[in-house]
T-cell receptor, first 114, second 112 residues
Framework: DAGITQSPRYKITETGRQVTLMCHQT?????MFWYRQDLGHGLRLIYY???????DKGEVPDGYVVSRSKTENFPLTLESATRSQTSVYFC?????????????FGEGSWLTVV | QQQVKQSPQSLIVQKGGISIINCAYE??????FPWYQQFPGKGPALLIA?????SEKKEGRFTISFNKSAKQFSLHIMDSQPGDSATYFC???????????FGSGTRLLVRP
């Protein structure tokens, strides 16, 4: 039962570089999410996807791009990394988008932008 | 207003004691209130959740108390154990919405 796997788990990159964080889920869940976790801010939604080829912005989308060509994959790209994007990134999935559905999180990707 | 306010930011409790974490919300349209538990180096995982039609929900040592009129809900951990040491997040969402609004988190340390 692999669930949600994220890669890389740890990444250091330089300002201005493009970085892609990968996310793969084995449950065939319709909904997938990307959150960032910062001290004092809890978890903030960056982007979500309701199905393959359907994506939409969350609370903090600026500087990020997502795609979802296959149901099981939901990569997050930082087009030109900035220091403010140093954070822990969590991919998550849910069977549906309705209230009450459990959201399952991956183990996180620690990104440091220097 | 979508915000969920959580307190305290950190909490230290002796083994066997009661841990209490509080959350307050603004939007009366919220109808689902989960708590997530996160251990160091791991992703958050659903711990317990409540709907506003009940005032309390208990699962083992974990209890959610819900006060609809005050727009507040809290997590009580009875007989706290060192293994409960983690960060706890409250959250809220509304029907027909995918979106979970998270509180800022509480780091709990249970001393042996």
């Amino acid at each position: 039962d692999a669930g949600i796997t994220q890669s890389p788990r740890y990444k250091i990159t330089e300002t201005g570089r493009q970085v892609t964080l990968m996310c793969h889920q084995t449950w065939s869940h319709s909904y997938m999410f990307w959150y960032r976790q910062d001290l004092g801010h809890g978890l903030r939604l960056i982007y979500y996807s309701a199905a393959a080829d359907i994506t939409d912005k969350g609370e903090v989308p600026d500087g990020y791009v997502v795609s979802r060509s296959k149901t099981e994959n939901f990569p997050l790209t930082l087009e030109s990394a900035t220091r403010s994007q140093t954070s822990v990134y969590f991919c998550a999935s849910s069977e549906s988008g309705s209230s009450g559905n459990t959201i399952y999180f991956g183990e996180g990707s620690w990104l440091t932008v220097v | 207003q979508q915000q969920v306010k959580q307190s305290p930011q950190s909490l230290i409790v002796q083994k066997g004691g009661i841990s209490i974490i509080n959350c307050a919300y603004e939007n009366t349209a919220f109808d689902y209130f989960p708590w997530y538990q996160q251990f160091p180096g791991k992703g958050p995982a659903l711990l317990i959740a409540i709907r506003p039609d009940v005032s309390e929900k208990k699962e083992g040592r974990f209890t959610i108390s819900f006060n609809k009129s005050a727009k507040q809900f809290s997590l009580h951990i009875m007989d706290s154990q060192p293994g409960d040491s983690a960060t706890y997040f409250c959250a809220a969402s509304m029907d027909s919405s995918y979106k979970l609004i998270f509180g800022s988190g509480t780091r709990l340390l249970v001393r042996p």
